[in-house]
Antibody
Framework: QVQLVESGGGVVQPGRSLRLSCAASGFTFSSYGMHWVRQAPGKGLEWVAVISYDGSNKYYTDSVKGRFTISRDNSKDTMNLQMNSLRAEDTAVYYC???????????????WGQGTLVTVSS | EIVMTQSPATLSVSPGERATLSCRASQSVSDNLAWYQQKPGQAPRLLLYGASTRATDIPARFSGSGSETEFTLTISSLQSEDFAVYYCQQYDNWPQTFGLGTRVEI
């Protein structure tokens, strides 16, 4: 069965950086688009970024453009989110999610990890 | 970006009753609409996609309808495990956007 396991969350000061990882198993990782979705405490879901199956297409929500970078390593079945210049409003649980297709087109998310909490605070 | 508006914010229902949740898009999303269920402390789970297609292992009491800008999620007979928050998501355009959710409570 599909498994997605996030890691790398923690407490970080404003302006600093953090790198999240997502380890995937149970499916052909190199065939699917992968996404990050976040959820601030007590709030709803916010889609953050996508990377296509081959890493050639990346798209970000406006609030993280220029600060966050999504990447993947298909040889290791892993995806990463490099988060720079972090702000208090980036505080959230970050979920890794598998797209139903290649990631070249907007798509629904058919499997989710359990999430990792990022807290940006001085 | 496309704004998704869900109503009501909270729905109080008794076990065994029907629940009807609404989702409206600020512009047409065709049938590129998904519904997710989230229980406290858990990750979201895909319920429906393509506005009306149930995901794997989702019970038949969950059904979806609608197209373009108006969508509905119906839970025909609420079970105790169905009390949760439900989100709609459009995936017609980037960025993909979610509604704020409907909490279904006892």
């Amino acid at each position: 069965q599909v498994q997605l396991v996030e890691s790398g969350g923690g407490v970080v000061q404003p302006g600093r950086s953090l790198r999240l990882s997502c380890a995937a198993s149970g499916f052909t990782f190199s065939s699917y688009g992968m996404h990050w979705v976040r959820q601030a405490p007590g709030k709803g879901l916010e889609w953050v970024a996508v990377i296509s199956y081959d890493g050639s297409n990346k798209y970000y929500t406006d609030s993280v453009k220029g600060r966050f970078t999504i990447s993947r390593d298909n040889s290791k079945d892993t995806m990463n989110l490099q988060m720079n210049s972090l702000r208090a409003e980036d505080t959230a649980v970050y979920y890794c999610a598998k797209g139903e297709g290649s990631g070249w087109h907007s798509e629904h998310l058919d499997n989710w990890g359990q999430g990792t909490l990022v807290t940006v605070s001085s | 970006e496309i704004v998704m508006t869900q109503s009501p914010a909270t729905l109080s229902v008794s076990p065994g009753e029907r629940a009807t949740l609404s989702c409206r898009a600020s512009q047409s999303v065709s049938d590129n609409l998904a519904w997710y269920q989230q229980k406290p402390g858990q990750a979201p789970r895909l319920l429906l996609y393509g506005a009306s297609t149930r995901a794997t292992d989702i019970p038949a009491r969950f059904s979806g309808s609608g197209s373009e800008t108006e969508f509905t999620l119906t839970i025909s007979s609420l079970q105790s495990e169905d009390f949760a928050v439900y989100y709609c998501q459009q995936y017609d355009n980037w960025p993909q956007t979610f509604g704020l959710g409907t909490r279904v409570e006892i």
